[in-house]
């Protein structure tokens, strides 16, 4: 009986799988090194464009009166934007995590395909929209104000925030959770003393997350607190304040102010590259916890 010949030669039919890999591989490499290289770009440009503005009287002295491209700095756009990001942080962290909660422990299946649609559609809403609409419910009867802005902000903010919470609850172990409840631990108990505590790192990174979108808004802002200078604006939540975007904003509608516009938008770009960096290094960690 003749034994099977076997041929350690590659077919033509592997030959073509082998090549396609290499193509497929070859495209998705330049498109990394492409999204990459458009991150360096805006970065360099900017940096290029607003360096000779870029000194310590810019971040510790306020902006000169009258707008003078000459003299004054960004210091009370900075104190705005941690003042309405604050305010928009305590407000959505708390309802984000809640909700997440809901969705990922106490929620039937139904109601929470239902609340994830929910969060999906509202995170995609413009934020123009979000700043017409608590314009129209509280601008329109009490004025511009900080505390307007930061409701708007925090609206941007629950969803991403309750998704975000929603998946590293998800990571929790589930023996975890039926340890506690074989040991006669209600339901809603489980959650708030084991599963969030085990969670807080990932919750925490989306957080972080969330502000560093929620820094970068400028639409809703327009309508909710432009009236706050940075030659008149304070510290008060219920006075319309300035912040870094609108700072540039009209630093780049007035002649004169283009390095102060390009300065300001660096620094902004800086603090949401080091935030989304820092959270991404923190989710890492985080999950490398849990797999380990």
């Known amino acids: 009986m003749a034994e099977p010949v076997f041929s350690l030669r590659t077919s033509g039919r592997l030959r073509r799988r082998q090549m396609v890999n290499r193509l497929m591989g070859a495209l998705a490499l330049g ?9 360096a770009i805006v970065v360099i440009s900017v940096a290029s464009r607003g360096v000779s503005a870029l000194n310590l009287d810019f971040f510790t002295k306020n ?13 009370f756009a900075i104190v ?26 106490l929620a039937s299946p139904r109601l929470a395909r239902i609340t ?6 509202t995170n995609g809403i413009p934020t123009i929209v979000i700043g017409i609409f608590v314009y129209t419910m509280v601008v329109a ?29 998800l990571l929790v172990p589930n023996s ?62 219920l006075h319309p ?3 870094m975007t609108l700072a540039i904003f009209q630093y780049f509608e007035l002649p004169g102010f283009e390095a102060k516009a390009w300065a300001a938008a660096f620094t902004l770009m800086c603090f949401v590259l080091v935030t989304s960096l820092g959270a991404k290094l923190a989710m890492a960690r985080y999950r490398k916890k849990l797999g380990g």
């Open 31 to 39: 498109a990394a090194l492409l999204a990459v290289s458009v991150l």
């Open 63 to 75: 902006a000169a009166q009258g707008f003078n491209p000459t003299g004054g700095g960004i210091r």
């Open 80 to 105: 705005g934007t941690v003042v309405i990001v604050g305010i928009a942080t305590l407000m959505a962290l708390p309802l984000g995590v809640l909700i997440a909660i809901y969705v990922s422990d």
């Open 116 to 121: 994830r649609l929910a969060l999906d559609v």
């Open 141 to 169: 009867t009490h004025g511009q104000s900080a505390l307007a802005g930061s409701l708007a902000l925090a609206i941007i903010m629950v969803p991403l925030i309750a998704r975000a919470t929603e998946e590293v609850l």
């Open 176 to 237: 975890q959770r039926e340890a506690s409840l074989a040991l006669g631990v209600s339901r809603w108990r489980t959650t708030i003393s084991v599963v969030v505590p085990s969670a807080l790192g990932g919750i925490l990174t989306g957080t972080t997350l969330a502000i560093a979108r929620a820094a970068g808004e400028t639409a809703p802002l327009l309508f909710l607190t432009s009236l706050g200078t940075s030659a008149t604006a304070d510290s008060n939540p």
């Open 241 to 243: 304040l300035q912040t």
